[in-house]
C-alpha cells in the first residue's frame, strides 16, 4: 500500500464538520479564519513523542485522543474557548490502518469540543504529533498562573495521580480490576474546557497539571510571587487505587503527572458550588506568603514527599 | 551539562522584541493576543525532520533559519503579514551550543519580520522542529490557489532549481565555487513576504513551491480548475548552475523542490512592473482550459521533463 501524503490527508483529515468562523480550511497554503475584536486569541501547542510521552505501540485512537486533549488542556487553563486546531504528524510509514484509527480518535474528542481541523503537516519521520490549539476568550478577562493571592484558597479539579498509575500499569502491562480505568486516565484526559470557562470570573489564577501537581504548584507559586500549603490529607483519593500503598499514592498524586486537571486558587469567600459540574473539585491547600515556599503537610505537621516532578529533560 | 527544559526556555527562547499585540507570551499555559475584527486571521504549519527534509549534522542555526522560513513562505502565498510564531521542538538531549544556535537562526529571521515567539514546546525526542506562524490579512481580499482564470498569466519569483541543486551539493559534499551560494538557498530560503503582500490585490492565485515546480503548478491547476502551458525556454536561468547539463538543470528546476518561492497567476493586463522590488519575477507560461491539463512546451513543442515532484512518502 502507497499513500501519497496528499491522498492521506483528503481520505482521513478533510472531511469533517465545517465551523462558520473558518473561512479557508485544509488544502491551500494556509488556513484563514475570521478574526474578532471582542475576543482575545489563545493558542497553544504541544508535542507528544512515542516512548517518552506515550509508550510505543499505544493504539492509534489513543494518540489521536490524547494528543489533543493536552492541547485543549491549556487552552482550558486560560479559561478560553477552543475553535480550533493544526495539526503536524510525523509518522515512519503511510499506514493507512493507523491513520485512520489515529484520526477517529482525534475527531471524537475534537467534535466533541467543535474543534475544526484548519490544516498542518503530514510527514515521514519518527512518531511525533503536535498539534497547535486555538481558541477565544472574553477580552475582559482570561486566566494566568499569575494572579494568586495570599489568603487564596487552592483547589484542584478531579483526580490526580491516576493517570501515573495508569501509566504504570501500561508500563507493567497491569491487567488487574482497575487498571483498565487507570489506564484510560493516562491515554484519554479529559481537558476541564468547561469548568476553565466557569473559572474565568471566578479564580485568581489557575494552570493545568502536565508535569505533576507538586511541580506544578511551584511554577504557579513562582508566576503569582506567593506561596503555598498544600495540606495532603485533603488531596482526593482515588477508589481505584484503594489497593496502593499510601505512600505511593501519595507519590502518584503529588509527582506523577499526566493528570490534566486544573489547578487553580481563589478567594476564600468565592462561591464554588455547583461549577464543576461534570468533575469533582477540591480544596487541597492555602496560598501564603512567598518566603514561606511551597510546603506539603501531612497530620498537621510539615511533609516531604517522595519522588519529583516531570521534566522531559531529566527523567 | 544538564538543562531543564524550563532553562532552555528561559535562556534562549524568552527574551526577543515584544510585539504590542502579544499580551501574554511564552511561560503560561497558552500564549493570549489581541483579536481583530478587521482583518481575517491567517495560520499555517509546517515541520521539517532531519533526514527528511534536511541533511543529518546541518548546521543549527541553518535549522531554525529554514524551520522558519518555510512557514512564513506560506503566509507569503496567502498574502498575509506574519506576526507570531509557535515552535515545538523536539532534540534527542539538551545540547546547549546546538540550541543557542538553532535559536539564533531563528530569531535572525523572525527579527527581520518583527515575528514574535509566543510559546510552543520543547520535548526529548528525535529532531523535528515545527513551527506555527500566524498573521493577518486584509479581510476584502487574501490570496488561494483557486483563483486562476483562462489566459491568466504564469509568474514565478526568483530561480526555481538553485535549492534542490543546493540540496545536491550538500549531499555530495560539494565544494566547487557557486556550491556555497546554492546550498544557501536550500538551507536558507527567503520567504517572498513582501511579494506576497504586494501581489494581495493583483494576482489571481498563488502559493509557495516547496514540492517541485510542476508538481505545485498541478496543484494549482487542480484548486483553479485550470489547466497550464509552462514554457520551459522562459524559465529563469540560475548563473551559478552555468556548468550544469541543460536536461539536469530543467529537472532541478520542474522536479526539485525546496524552493519556496511564488507561483502566482495575473490577468494578462495586470501591471507587474516594480512589484518585486526584492526578487525577479518572470512569466513562464499561461493559464488555458482544464481539458488541456498542464503541459509543458519547449522550443514550441511539446516537452516532458525528467524527474518528479517531492511527496514525502514517495520518494
Chains 1, 2 share one sequence.
Not at 486569541?41 to 489533543?68: K, N, Q, S, W
Request: one cysteine or more; proline letters at 4%.
Amino acid at each position: 500500500m502507497s499513500l501519497s501524503e496528499f491522498d492521506i490527508i483528503a481520505k482521513y483529515f478533510a472531511t469533517q464538520t465545517a465551523r462558520e468562523d473558518v473561512r479557508l480550511g485544509i488544502g491551500d497554503d494556509a488556513a484563514v479564519l475570521d478574526g474578532r475584536s471582542d475576543r482575545k486569541l489563545v493558542l497553544a501547542m504541544d508535542t507528544i513523542v512515542e516512548g517518552v510521552h506515550f509508550p510505543a505501540r499505544t493504539d492509534a485512537p489513543d494518540v489521536g485522543y490524547r494528543a489533543l486533549a493536552v492541547n485543549l488542556s491549556d487552552l482550558a487553563a486560560m479559561g478560553a474557548e477552543p475553535s480550533w486546531m493544526s495539526l503536524s504528524l510525523s509518522i515512519p510509514r503511510a499506514d493507512e490502518q493507523w491513520i485512520e484509527g489515529f484520526a477517529q480518535g482525534l475527531f471524537e474528542l475534537a467534535s466533541e469540543h467543535r474543534v475544526q481541523l484548519i490544516g498542518g503537516d503530514t510527514v515521514r519521520g519518527p512518531l511525533v504529533v503536535t498539534i497547535q490549539v486555538g481558541g477565544w476568550v472574553e477580552s475582559d478577562r482570561w486566566l494566568t498562573r499569575a494572579g494568586a493571592k495570599i489568603g487564596d484558597a487552592l483547589f484542584v479539579s478531579g483526580v490526580p495521580g491516576e493517570a501515573a498509575a495508569g501509566l504504570q500499569a501500561l508500563q507493567d502491562g497491569s491487567t488487574v480490576q482497575w487498571a483498565d480505568i487507570l489506564k484510560q486516565r493516562f491515554l484519554r484526559p479529559t481537558p476541564r474546557v468547561h469548568l476553565g470557562r466557569a473559572l474565568r470570573t471566578i479564580a485568581s489564577s489557575a494552570m493545568d497539571i502536565s508535569d505533576g501537581l507538586l511541580t506544578d504548584l511551584r511554577k504557579l507559586c513562582a508566576a503569582s510571587q506567593c506561596g503555598a500549603i498544600l495540606d495532603v490529607d485533603r488531596l482526593p483519593i482515588s477508589s481505584a487505587l484503594g489497593s496502593v500503598p499510601e505512600d505511593k499514592r501519595l507519590e502518584y498524586a503529588l509527582a506523577g503527572g499526566d493528570d490534566y486537571e486544573l489547578l487553580f486558587t481563589a478567594p476564600p469567600d468565592a462561591v464554588l458550588s455547583g461549577i464543576g459540574a461534570d468533575v469533582a473539585i477540591t480544596q487541597i491547600g492555602t496560598i501564603v506568603e512567598s518566603r514561606k515556599g511551597v510546603r506539603c503537610v501531612r497530620n498537621g505537621t510539615a511533609f516531604t514527599p517522595s519522588g519529583r516532578g516531570w521534566d522531559h529533560f531529566n527523567e
